[in-house]
């Protein structure tokens, strides 16, 4: 067994140890991508997806590289393990892998404007917060749409779970059956 010191980069992750904490974030893997898509110089925005955008198959778009926007969606996949909040966004343009739509990559594309805006964040894992319960707090948050998806009419649902106050576990995804009321979703 060898000690390696402390943990610094571990299956594309970056660890960085500060006063409050140790901060878990992708900045290396970030700005590469944004340069592999010639994105590193665009603008930022200040959220993911736009308010109520729904994607639809939109075939009579124009066509686009079927490969490009492939590589896009999975580059922005990886990037979900550490940022809960790009889950429901690039879910959103996944669904959309077979023949996408110029519609589709411009989506993929705002999602990367915003990790442009973003480099710096990740996770923060506080030192120093016992709690002094017995037990730690565990807060978690649920939530669905009611159809949102426009093809095949289904739901999207999404969780996140907290442990003291620093996100273990989250999911955004499009729920199997249809809904037929907002309870049901």
């Known amino acids: ?20 904490g140790l901060l878990m974030h992708q900045k290396k893997y970030a700005s590469d991508l944004l340069q592999r898509f010639n994105m590193d110089s665009c603008n930022s925005v200040t959220n993911p997806v736009e308010t109520n955008v729904k994607l639809t198959k939109d075939e009579d778009g124009e066509a686009v590289d079927e490969t490009l926007f492939k590589q896009i969606v999975g ?21 959309f892998m077979c023949r996408p739509r110029k519609s589709h990559i411009v989506a993929a594309k705002r999602i990367m404007r915003y990790v442009k805006g973003t480099l710096d964040q990740g996770i923060l894992f ?25 093809v095949e009419r289904k739901s999207t649902s999404g969780y996140l779970f907290l442990l003291n106050n620093v996100p273990i576990s989250w999911c955004s995804k499009k729920q199997t059956k249809i809904a037929l009321s907002s309870c049901e979703a």
């Open 75 to 95: 580059s922005l996949r990886y990037l979900c393990n550490n940022r809960p909040y790009l889950s429901y966004g690039v879910g959103l343009v996944s669904r």
């Open 126 to 150: 506080p030192v120093g917060t016992q709690t002094l319960k017995p037990e730690l707090e565990r807060p978690g948050f649920k939530d669905s749409d009611y159809g949102g998806d426009l």
């Open 1 to 20: 067994m060898t000690d390696l010191g402390k943990l610094s980069y571990f299956l594309g992750m970056e660890f960085s140890y500060t006063f409050t």
